[in-house]
């Protein structure tokens, strides 16, 4: 089981990486890293995040959010606002290019997808699902502890 599980992660990453490039996507995938990709995600997620928010729900400082916001806004994804309410407080947004990223990604998820349904059988697919989800569910019990 540990050898196949090793060998489906790695071939997990290395394909998705090509259904991104399919996209002939300009939006920039191979410029950001993983953590980058979590912030732009996390802010898509939420709508408009103070960079408290951001750095509760990635459970981190808010001096790392702000760091990491500070180098999305350098690369062109994400935009600050001062809070009209608390001019201490500072909202995420993102960019137009930033909302194209998160397009781009949800497009090739969508054939990942779609991918790994057409090599299923409907049974297959239904058990695929449901170990998934309870995979999902015990990564996200993890992290929040």
């Known amino acids: 089981m540990e050898k196949t599980l090793i060998e489906f992660i790695s071939t997990l990453d290395?394909?998705?990486?090509?259904?991104?490039?399919?996209?002939?996507?300009?939006?920039?995938?191979?410029?950001l890293t993983i953590s980058q990709f979590q912030y732009i995600d996390t802010i898509h997620e939420l709508g408009?995040?103070?960079?408290?928010?951001?750095?509760?729900?990635?459970?981190?400082?808010?001096?790392?959010?702000?760091?990491?916001?500070?180098?999305?806004?350098?690369?062109?994804?994400?935009?600050?606002?001062?809070?009209?309410?608390?001019?201490?407080?500072?909202?995420?947004?993102?960019?137009?290019?930033?909302?194209?990223?998160i397009k781009a990604k949800y497009k090739a998820l969508k054939q990942y997808g779609e991918f790994i349904a057409a090599a299923l059988t409907d049974e297959e697919a239904r058990q695929f699902e449901l170990t998934l989800t309870k995979l999902v569910g015990l990564f996200k019990q993890q992290t929040r502890t």
Do not use: C, M, W
Not at 14 to 31: A, P
Not at 52 to 78: C, P, Q
């Open 14 to 31: 290395l394909s998705l990486k090509y259904f991104q490039e399919g996209l002939d996507d300009k939006s920039g995938f191979s410029r």
């Open 48 to 101: 408009q995040p103070t960079f408290s928010e951001i750095g509760r729900e990635l459970g981190i400082t808010k001096a790392s959010v702000t760091a990491g916001i500070n180098k999305l806004i350098d690369l062109g994804y994400v935009i600050k606002t001062q809070s009209n309410l608390d001019k201490r407080v500072f909202h995420a947004s993102l960019t137009a290019t930033g909302k194209s990223l």
